[in-house]
C-alpha cells in the first residue's frame, strides 16, 4: 500500500507542476518569438537606412552638382547614380510600388540631367551659345531635381510609416 500512496504523491505532484511547466514553456517561446522579431525589425531597419543614405547622398552630390557644375562634380554624380539604381533595385521590396516606379523614372531622368549638365557645362564654354539654350537647359535640369526632392520626401514619410516611427 505504501508504494501505491507513494506513487499517487508523485502523481499528484507531477500533475500539480505541469501548469507551472506550461507557462514556462509558453513564457519561453513568447520570448522566442519576441527576439525574432526584434531580430527582424532590426534588419528592416538597416535595409532602409541605408537606401535612404543612399538616396540622401545622391541628393547631395546633385545639389553640389547643380551649385558648382564642373567635370568632376559630374563623374561623381555619374557614379553615385548607378550605385543608387542598383541599390534601390536591390532594396525595391521595402518600396511603396508606385513610390519605386516613380524613383526609377527619376532615376533614369537623371541619366537626362547627367547629358543636361555635360552639354551646360560644354555650353558655358561656347561662346556663340544663346541665353535663351542655356537657360531652356537649366530649367530642365531644375524640374528633375525638383521631382526628386518631392519624392525624397514621400518616401521618408511613407519608410517612416511602416517603420512605424
Known sequence: MECKETIITIITSLISIIPAILLFLWGWKSELKKERALKYY?????????????????????DDLWEKGKSSKLNKFISKLKQTKNNVKRYSLIIEENNYQKLMQILNSFENYQVGKENLIKLRNITNVSNEQIDKLIKDNENLKQQYDNLLEKIKK??????KV
Open 42 to 62: 532590426n534588419t528592416q531597419f538597416e535595409q532602409y537606412n541605408k537606401l535612404w543614405s543612399d538616396l540622401i547622398d545622391l541628393q547631395i552630390i546633385a
Open 158 to 163: 511613407d519608410l517612416k510609416k511602416q517603420l
